[in-house]
């Protein structure tokens, strides 16, 4: 296997520091295939031209790929020689003509990278490097083409051929096959050629541009899936619109196809005028998707579509600087999506998310920077560092500038690199000199891992204020001392007593390791409101009390501090009830009535308001952290939470019941509200909260609250639960995207016996490694469940460390993403972190264990 590794070899390290120009660029390259699932030949003709002057061959990357032939100039050469997996080819001009012929066979590609079936359909996936499993290929993001290809297939199977650019001509052949030619006129590296060949069926719009081209649009799906698509055309028209306004960004081409399979590595991929996405990404009609899955289509849409510019325009010089077009093309969907619905919603969930995947990321074994000094597997970091993080640096520079200079900047950085392969640091200086600022300090964000601590100290003198802010940027692997970073602190103060503002809001750039402010003339007790907005991507330790952060969160005018402050009083209340085993819950009781019956909120943001943080939030917090005790703290504030306001919670429940299913940010926020309401209300023990949920479950007109009335179950103690899992499984057998739900909720339940069924689903015959999707649905769901997972019997790593070593023979991409938890082990009591270890030494001492999943194992054991 090309990409085996193991413990013993030394693993080739790539570093940033060691980037060359390439010795070859290869301004055209024409591709023929002759598409077949058993036997596929790729016909290759690269026109190459010596980068400067020196005497190095011409290196061709290949991944697994004998070369049938090699001619130069017409020619069969035969000194050209393999390196490993590479084709070197000694040349002795300034530019030549190379022709290589290859076969491959996409129905035995379970890595899914390359050429691959899904389905019956054949589609590529060529980022990070794919495409070196298609043709031999200098296949790196600095080497741009323009590309020309054909393909011909068998035409009753294969009737729709699709690739990058336009369709220049079709034909059909003898033999019941066809074929089709596209060109694409924009100069692109490897990573955004895509092909796809199937039975497929397109739902079909047009988009006016703003300098009046129309754009035909395509979604193409099966045909059975053809009604579940209007949804994602819709997102996509909208996402269009919008990159012209906010960015004054047109696409560029006559057609833009979207192409939906259900085998998929993750999201979804830019390929340049032909998207392929995953299809839980692309489906959706209210009886299979939850308003959670129509967001979450409508977001990668457009983040897809917005790397039009921010990513394949403008593209990445080498891979250390993925951040460039991932971090800046998270921040484009996030602006987007806030703008389509309640942008105080909207960064409450990126916040969590935030919270949830990269602040553990970068507390640990796996911390790395923005941008990367190393990797063994570029594939291990499409992580939440380079797109959370990285979305967050870029919303900094955002607050920094202001929205006109913002603009100005973002403007010069399009206008300057459009047509490059550029780097973080182009980002920065355009930011810099369209901004009009200095962001000389600021890089550090760019080179230093770690989330910075700050911790901010209100104290009071009369009618003075003196805010005390300190910053530490912990030690992460490779960096055990850090500088101080630029952290841009949104700060306010309101009147303890008239809940009046005392001040304007204040961007306050914390640069040193500590910084004062003074505050004079107020005329009352101040309330410190800080990271309004969360600003900066850090955590804040303040100086207030549980009745301030009451106050604040019934108070404050900017709502993700509102909400913030509800979060610290129940994360302050839940940490010391983990440490005395038991709280007094009554400040978390009042705080929450009061958002629940406040009449000027809307059900939204109520329902994210009132929601406690995870188990694993809260073990966040804690030195060591303790499942068991976190597990029962916080189920028995939810039990005190249900019953103090049983009024409450029921009149939240009826008032958001909706005759029919609509999709508007209105109806989302209310069916959010119900359910969360529901689970309250069964967490009270209330004696008709499980027939209530049944009803629910029953009653529903669409998967949102049928899926939220069926965790409710999944969580409890009714026999209703195996009722209402047996009907969801009898109602969706064959749905693939709904069965991944099914096995999802069983797996995220907070019932004690989950591990034993987490164990025998795994050998439900719809369980399957390789599909992705429904790998996640139940390893990578499972193990973020904290308590389930880290059974102090060491069952669940073990579990997991079994089916990780099983995936990796098939698919080690999807494999090495789901190993992080196992490697958190520092975190735990040492009975726990012994069992987490020895399953990690487990794999790493695995035969033949791919070098994705070896990199991060060996990493996490350190
Ligand atoms: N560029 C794709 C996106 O839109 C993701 C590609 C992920 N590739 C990988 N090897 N993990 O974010
Ligand atoms: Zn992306």
Known sequence: MADAQTATQAPVVTRREDYREPDWRVPEIALDFDLDPAATRVHATLQVERNGSHDA??????????????????????????????????LSGAAHTIETEVEIAP?????????????????????????RRITFFPDRPDVLSKYKVKMTADKARFPVLLANGDPI????????????????????????????????????????????????????????????????????????????????????????????????NFGAMENKGLNVFNSRYILADPDTATDYDYDAIAAVVAHEYFHNWSGNRITCRDWFQLSLKEGFTVFRDQSFSADQGSAAVKRIEDVRGLRASQFPEDAGPLAHPVRPDEYIEISNFYTATIYNKGAEVIRMMATILGPEKFRAATDLYFDRFDGTAATCEDFVQSMEQGGGVDLTQFRRWYSQAGTPRVSATLTQEGGRARLTLRQVVPPTPGQPVKEPMVLPLKVKLFGAVTGRALCDEQLVLLKDESHEILFENLPETPVLSINRGFSAPVVVETNRTAKDLAFLSAHDDDPFARYEAMQQLMLDTLVTSVANGTGDHQAVIDAVRNTLTDANLDRAFIA????????????????????????????????????????????????????????????KGARRLKTVALGYIAASGAADADGLAFDQFRGADNMTDRQGAMTTLVNGASPLREEALEAFYTRYQGNGLVLDKWFQTQALSSR????????????????????PNRARSLIGAFSVNQRAFHDVSGRGYR??????????????????????????????????????????????????LSKDMFEQASKSLD
């Open 57 to 90: 061959p011409l290196r061709l990357a290949g991944d697994g790929l004998l070369a049938l032939v090699v001619r130069v100039d017409g020619v069969v050469a035969e000194d050209w020689t393999m390196d490993g997996d590479d084709l070197v080819v000694p």
């Open 107 to 131: 129905e035995r590609n379970t890595q899914l990278m390359g050429l691959y079936a899904s389905g019956g359909i054949l589609c590529t996936q060529c980022e990070a490097e794919g495409f």
């Open 169 to 264: 001509a079709q034909g059909d052949l003898d033999g019941g096959k066809h074929w089709a030619e596209w060109h694409d006129p924009f100069p692109k590296p490897s990573y955004l050629f895509a092909i796809v060949a199937g039975d497929l069926v397109a739902n079909r719009g047009s988009f006016m541009t703003m300098s009046g081209r129309e754009v035909q649009l395509g979604i193409w799906v099966r045909l059975p899936d053809l009604p579940k698509t209007d949804h994602a055309l819709h997102a996509l028209k909208l996402s269009m619109a919008w990159d012209e306004k906010v960015y004054g960004r047109e696409y560029d081409l006559d057609v833009f196809n979207i192409v939906a399979v259900d085998d998929f």
């Open 608 to 667: 994210e308001a009132v929601l406690l943080p995870s188990d694993s939030f809260i073990g966040d917090q804690m030195t060591v952290v303790e499942p068991e005790a976190i597990f029962r703290a916080r189920e028995a504030l939810r039990q005190d939470l249900g019953k103090a306001l049983a009024t409450e919670w029921r009149a939240a429940y009826e008032g958001s019941l909706a005759n029919r299913f609509e999709y508007s940010p209105a109806a």
């Open 752 to 771: 004690e016996d989950t591990l034993d069924r987490v164990e025998r689903l795994a050998a439900h015959p719809d369980f399957t490694l390789s599909n």
């Open 799 to 848: 579990f997991v460390a079994d089916q990780l070593i099983a995936l990796d023979k098939l698919n080690p991409q999807t494999a090495a993403k789901l190993l992080p938890p196992l490697g958190r082990w520092k975190r735990f009591d040492e009975g726990r972190a012994a069992k987490m270890r020895a399953e990690l030494e487990r794999i790493v001492a695995t035969p033949e």
